[in-house]
């Protein structure tokens, strides 16, 4: 049983150093400061479903909240010249913020503009933490499994995707909505997306896509500004004049849009004209119920949006749907005339599916979410930053059934004390992660900002890499993973890790072998649907053999000399969509050797390679190959 965690220190007294940081932490020279990426910072505060998280996130303070009401946190959104990411996150902070958790973050976000990868001298760069600081955040999260390293990289991992799945679950939003995305998308022929609101500027949480030369699709989750997309007017519509003065206000500060890296910056600054044209794009997609971006984020890029409203009396935007394409398939006059109809069509059928869908049936609450923290804790020692690694579980107490939760259902969700519940929460509001309804707190689409994007994009064989490197770090022989053709005759292996020896296998990816002659298609073609394939080539019962078992066996039948084991890889309902094999020579090891020994190490790793798959796959596609 895991130890628990560490004791909290008493409401009302500073916190340990773990929590605040050590005196100087955080400190390098100016120069290293001006070399970080605060120039670039400017993403906006995330904006939530309320009034209060979109004038501007006030402090939490007693049982839920903590400073004077109404009184905004300063806001850590608007670039300052020489300042870094960390700098910048921490200016403002409230005194009961947690440091560690905002130093957790700021390395979270760079690693995440960064594509998923940096170096640790680039963390320390681009935060402008201490070196020390950035390697005890790098392995805490490496221990939540979050990171993970190669030699001097640090590189986002699938797990991380477990925070915005939270937010995503909790919206309900791409569960319910997805389905006719993607019908719509494979009606017309072109991309099709969804989008939420994030203060003045727009969040994707689903895409469905077309496969060309010249494809069309932004990562779930990437934030672009408002004034440059077709649902930044629809959501323009429903701001509030704090909302316009804040967009106003990241103008100035951002003109080319450098914050936004997911799309191209601006040649020129924005100017007042600029300033002009949106509020007329706004109030023309007021007056219409649409809007158009006609290559306004670059050049041959056209899309169409129409609103999806919630139900009830008030009828507010829950999202945008969009057409996109681009200059050589529709103009943006030709989608109104011809497109708009049919994705009003498709709005319509989402809207009656939010009307129609209860809310989910509350399951048991979790509880003790953060109970491993402690032994964690004991095992590491100092390079374990237990604060930092509580704060983050308090985000995954949010999800389906759970969209808000008090202080009180956090502290039960997490199994931390309310003291360290409130620390976390008031940190997140700073940050802009959670937003404050009355006794509640929710997730903002701002969570989708910690990697999301970046591992949108994973496929399976980039999940199983890692995996296949430490297993064949540990067993000493190479290992692969394969897919099954179309046909199902044959498979083809997707990814491999090559041990260092004189004798091996010699197989690299993309090689296609006989499905029947190998263990990996053995066990792919014993969860093949039935009818679909047949073992005429195969002994009787051995396809039946090897579901029951659970892994394949080949023993010199594809090549003398050749032994090889498999197990499955399943997806989220089961299937098997992958399988995970070593292979040697006969001389190494006894068939009853490779049962006993290696085994055991397949399948431990094919677990884990189905966690990680589980959790990226929640509300995105992955790609088998």
């Known amino acids: ?106 390395v979270l976000r760079e690693l995440t503009e960064a594509d998923g990868t940096l170096s640790l001298s680039g963390l320390e760069r681009a935060t402008g933490l201490a070196r020390s600081t950035v390697d005890r955040i790098t392995a805490t999260l490496a221990r939540m499994a979050y990171v993970r390293f190669d030699g001097r990289d640090v590189h986002l991992s699938p797990r991380l995707m477990e925070l915005g799945n939270a937010y995503m679950s909790a919206l309900r939003l791409p569960a319910l909505l997805s389905p006719h995305a993607d019908a719509l998308a494979d009606e017309l022929d072109e991309s099709v997306s969804l989008a939420v609101a994030d203060r003045d500027g727009i969040r994707f949480i689903h895409q469905a896509t077309r496969r060309r030369a010249m494809s069309l699709s932004f990562r779930i989750g990437d934030l672009l500004p408002a004034e440059r997309t077709a649902p930044g007017p629809l959501f323009a519509t429903e701001w509030t004049a704090t909302d316009w003065q804040h967009w106003r206000d990241r103008r100035a500060s951002d003109p080319r849009d450098l914050s936004f890296t997911a799309v191209p910056p601006r040649t020129y600054a924005a100017d007042r004209r600029d300033d002009e044209t949106f509020a007329r794009r706004t109030a023309e997609a007021s007056a219409n119920g649409w809007s158009v971006d006609d290559q306004l984020i670059e050049p041959g890029l056209v899309a169409i949006s129409v609103p999806v409203r919630t139900p009830g009396a008030d009828g507010r935007i829950a999202s945008v749907a969009s057409v996109v394409s681009h200059t050589s398939r529709h103009t943006a006059y030709h989608l109104r005339t011809t497109l708009l109809r049919r994705l009003r069509s498709a709005v319509t059928d989402m809207e009656r599916e939010l009307r129609r869908t209860p809310p989910p049936v509350p399951g048991p609450p979790p509880s003790d979410l953060a109970l491993w923290t402690g032994a964690s804790k004991q095992q590491l020692g100092r390079e374990f930053i237990e604060s930092l690694a509580r704060g983050l579980t308090v985000l995954t107490a949010f999800g389906e059934g759970r969209p808000e939760l008090t202080l009180t259902e956090v502290a039960q969700a997490t199994g931390l004390a309310r003291a360290t519940a409130r620390r976390a929460l008031i940190t997140y509001e700073h940050l802009g992660l959670v937003a404050p309804a009355g006794r509640t707190f929710t997730l903002t689409p701002r969570v989708l900002s910690l990697g999301f994007p970046p591992l949108s994009r994973t496929s399976l064989p980039e999940i199983a890499r890692p995996h296949l490197a430490d297993l064949t770090s540990r067993i000493h022989e190479s290992t692969s993973l394969a897919v099954l053709s179309d046909s199902g005759e044959e498979i083809q292996y997707t990814a491999r890790v090559a041990t260092a020896r004189v004798m091996s296998v010699n197989i690299t990816v993309g090689t296609r072998l006989p499905a029947y002659a190998t263990a990996l298609g053995r066990v792919l073609l014993a969860d093949a649907p039935a009818g679909t394939i047949t073992d005429e080539h195969l002994p009787e019962g051995t396809l039946a053999s090897v579901r029951s078992q659970g892994y394949a066996l080949v023993d010199e039948e594809l090549e003398e000399g050749l032994r090889s084991i498999a197990v499955p890889i399943r997806d989220r309902s089961g299937r098997v969509v992958a399988a995970l094999n070593t292979a040697m020579h006969a001389s190494r090891r006894t068939p009853e050797e490779c049962v006993t020994d290696l085994l055991p190490e397949l399948t431990a790793t094919a677990g884990r390679i189905q966690t990680d798959l589980h959790t990226a796959a929640r509300f995105t596609n992955v790609p088998l190959t």
């Open 1 to 106: 049983m895991p130890a628990k965690p560490m004791p909290e220190t008493p409401e009302g007294s500073a916190p340990p150093a773990d929590e605040k940081g050590p005196p100087g932490e955080g400190t390098t020279s100016s120069a290293a400061r001006t070399a970080g990426s605060a120039a670039r910072r400017g993403a906006p505060v995330a904006r939530g479903g309320t009034a209060a998280a979109r004038g501007g996130a006030p402090v939490a303070r007693g049982g839920a909240r903590d400073a004077q009401e109404g009184t905004p946190v300063a806001r850590e959104d608007v670039p300052v010249a020489g300042r870094t990411a960390a700098a910048v996150a921490e200016r403002g902070a409230p005194a009961e913020a947690v440091t560690p958790l905002i130093r957790g973050i700021a």
